[in-house]
C-alpha cells in the first residue's frame, strides 16, 4: 500500500504539472525536453523546467524561454548529487566532484575540530564550486585535549588529520573525566557554530573510546538534534563485530532519540546492518546507512585494523592479496608494511576487502545513501583550476563513485529512480529531517525547491577512474547547475562559484553540560556512594 500512494501521487502531481501553462515570463535558465525525475513524487516525464533567481519555478510541457538554455534532448534531468562523505573538501576536489554531478558534498566521517567549524565555512565563502558542509570531529576533538594537536592547519577539516595523526594519544588514550569532558566541550563549540551534525571515526579508536565515550558523544549531538555519522567501532571487522559496531551507534542513537548515520556498512554482515536500518526506519526512526559501489576502501597505514595482530593474525588476510600501494600501484608485504609504517604512518593506502560482485547488490538496497569516502590526493590544496595531470594517484571512488553508479544500474538493470534516490533524494531527506533546511530544498526537482540539477547522459555517463589512476574524472555530465547557475558544460568546468554553506544557523550559547558523578547518582540510583568514579574514564563504568 505504500508503494502504491506513491505511485499515486506522482501520477497526480504528473497531470497537475503537465496542466498548468507556464508564466510568460522569461527565466534566467531554461532546461529543454529533458526526463525530468523526481525521487520524491516519483514524477518521470520529457518536459521544461525554468530556473530562476535561483529556484526551480516552472516544470511545464508548455515551451519555456530563458536568458540562458541547456538541450536535454535525450538526457536526464535529475537533483543534483548529494555525498555526505566526501573528505576532499578543497577547491580541486569541488571541481572534480562537478564531473561526477557532485553539488552538494559534506564530511560526516572525520569531520572539523569545533573550535575551528567557523573558520572552516568562511574559508570556502565565494570560491566553492558546489555547496559544502563539515561535522564535527570526535576524532580532532580528542587530537586537541589528548595530544595537544593546535595551530591553523585544524582549519583544513578533514585534511587535519593527516598530521594530527602522526601522533598516538588521539586512538588510544582513556581520557579522565576532566579530559571527557573537555573532549564533549570541543565538540559542542562545533555545533555551535552550525555544524550540520558529528562525525566519529571510533573505529579508528576502539583501544581508547569507552562505550560511555561514545555514548556521551552522541549525547552532544542529541541535545542539538543532530546526527552522529560514525566509521563504526569494529569497521573493518568480521560478520559478527561489523555489525556489533553498528548495533552500538544505533542503541546509543534510539535511548537518546537522536538521528544516526551508519556509514559505509558495505562490509561483511551488510544484509543485517541493512535489515535493522530499515526496520527502524519504518518505525520513525530516522537512522540510515551509506554504501559505496567499489570492493575496495581506502584508508591510512596506521589504522588499528590493518597492524599484523588484527588484520593479518585475527582476520586470516594477507598484505599481498588485500593492501595496495597506490603511488607505486604495488601490494604490500608483511616486511613493506612496517617499513612504510614506521616512514609514514598516515600514508593512504587501498585495501581490498569484499566481493566485487556485491557492489552492484549494494545499489538496489532501500535508503541508502552512496558516499564516496573520497580521499584527496596530492597537492590537497592548490587553484581549482589545476592540471589534474599533476594529481596524486587515490581510491577511484574519489573521482567516480556517481559515475560508477550509473554505470553498474546500467549494467545490472537497476530502475535509474533507484540509483537518483540513493544519490540525492535519500540524503537530502534524512537530513532535511533534522530540521536542516538547505536541504529541506535540495535532493528535489519540484517547484520552489533551490535549483541544484544535473542533466546527463544515461548511456554515456561513467566513471573513468581506476585503481591505478583514482583522479581521472567523469564524462557524460551535458551540464550542472548549483543554485541556478550553470557551473559545468559538456565536461567543462566554468569559472561559477556559486557553492553555499549546508550547516545551521549559529547558536550564541552553547548546549554543553558537563558529565559529573553527583548528576549520574541523582538520576541513575537511589544513594550511590560520593567515590563513585569512571565516567568516561576507567572502562567505561
Excluded at 580532532?140 to 583544513?156: H, K, P, S, W, Y
Excluded at 587535519?160 to 579530559?179: D, F, I, M, N, Y
Aim: proline share 6%.
Amino acid at each position: 500500500m505504500k508503494t502504491q500512494r506513491h505511485l499515486l501521487t506522482g501520477t497526480f502531481l504528473l497531470s497537475v504539472m503537465c496542466a498548468v501553462p507556464a508564466l510568460a515570463q522569461d527565466y534566467d535558465l531554461v532546461i529543454n525536453n529533458g526526463r525530468v525525475m523526481d525521487p520524491e513524487t516519483l514524477f518521470d516525464d520529457i518536459t521544461n523546467v525554468g530556473v530562476k533567481d535561483g529556484r526551480i519555478v516552472a516544470i511545464s510541457k508548455e515551451p519555456l524561454t530563458g536568458t540562458e538554455t541547456v538541450d536535454a534532448t535525450g538526457h536526464i534531468v535529475a537533483p543534483g548529487f548529494i555525498d555526505t562523505h566526501f573528505h576532499w573538501q578543497t577547491p580541486i576536489g569541488y571541481r572534480v566532484g562537478l564531473r561526477d554531478g557532485l553539488t552538494s558534498s559534506m564530511d560526516f566521517e572525520a569531520g572539523c575540530a569545533g573550535s575551528y567549524i567557523a573558520h572552516w565555512y568562511e574559508a570556502r565563502a565565494g570560491v566553492a564550486h558546489a555547496n559544502y558542509g563539515c561535522a564535527v570531529s570526535h576524532e580532532l576533538a580528542r587530537a586537541v585535549v589528548l595530544d595537544g594537536a593546535e595551530g591553523d592547519f585544524l582549519i583544513e577539516g578533514p585534511i587535519a588529520a593527516l598530521e594530527t595523526r602522526k601522533k598516538p594519544g588521539w586512538s588510544v588514550t582513556r581520557p579522565t573525566l576532566e579530559q571527557g569532558n573537555a573532549i564533549l566541550e570541543e565538540i559542542d563549540k562545533g555545533l555551535m557554530a552550525g555544524a550540520p551534525g558529528i562525525g566519529s571515526t571510533v573505529g579508528y579508536m576502539r583501544e581508547g573510546v569507552s562505550s560511555r565515550e561514545m555514548f556521551e558523544v552522541q549525547k552532544v549531538g542529541a541535545r542539538y538534534g543532530r546526527p552522529t555519522g560514525a566509521h563504526t567501532r569494529y569497521t573493518l571487522g568480521t560478520d559478527t563485530t561489523e555489525n556489533n559496531g553498528a548495533q552500538e551507534l544505533i542503541a546509543n542513537a534510539l535511548t537518546l532519540g537522536a538521528p544516526a548515520i551508519v556509514l559505509h556498512f558495505n562490509n561483511p554482515g551488510w544484509r543485517l546492518a541493512q535489515q535493522m536500518i530499515v526496520e527502524l526506519q519504518e518505525q520513525g526512526h530516522n537512522i540510515w546507512g551509506e554504501i559505496y559501489p567499489y570492493a575496495a576502501g581506502s584508508t591510512t597505514l596506521n589504522a588499528s585494523f590493518l597492524q599484523p595482530d588484527s588484520w593479518v593474525e585475527q582476520l586470516g588476510n594477507r598484505y599481498e592479496d588485500t593492501v595496495l600501494d597506490p603511488v607505486t600501484n604495488e601490494y604490500y608485504t608483511l616486511e613493506s608494511f612496517k617499513t612504510d609504517m614506521a616512514a609514514n604512518p598516515t600514508k593512504p593506502i587501498v585495501v581490498f576487502k569484499m566481493p566485487a560482485e556485491d557492489a552492484p547488490k549494494w545499489l538496489t538496497l532501500k535508503g541508502v545513501t552512496v558516499g564516496s569516502d573520497a580521499l584527496p590526493p596530492e597537492p590537497y590544496f592548490g587553484p581549482w583550476d589545476i592540471s589534474l595531470d599533476q594529481l596524486g594517484n587515490t581510491h577511484p571512488r574519489a573521482a567516480g563513485a556517481r559515475g560508477a553508479t550509473i554505470r553498474l544500474g546500467r549494467e545490472n538493470n537497476i530502475p535509474m529512480m533507484q540509483l537518483m534516490s540513493i544519490l540525492s533524494y535519500n540524503a537530502a531527506k534524512h537530513l532535511g529531517d533534522t530540521g536542516l533546511k538547505v536541504m529541506q530544498e535540495r535532493g528535489r526537482i519540484q517547484t520552489g525547491m533551490v535549483a541544484d540539477i544535473v542533466v546527463f547522459d544515461p548511456e554515456r555517463f561513467t566513471d573513468n577512474s581506476t585503481y591505478e589512476k583514482g583522479a581521472v574524472p567523469s564524462t557524460g555530465m551535458k551540464a550542472v547547475i548549483v543554485n541556478g547557475q550553470v557551473a559545468l558544460r559538456d565536461d567543462k568546468v566554468l569559472p561559477v562559484f556559486g557553492g553555499q554553506p549546508i550547516r545551521f544557523d549559529p547558536e550564541d550559547k552553547p548546549r554543553f553540560v558537563p558529565v559529573s558523578v553527583e548528576a549520574w547518582n541523582a538520576e541513575f540510583s537511589t544513594g550511590m556512594p560520593s567515590d563513585f568514579t569512571g565516567i568516561p574514564a576507567d572502562g567505561g563504568n
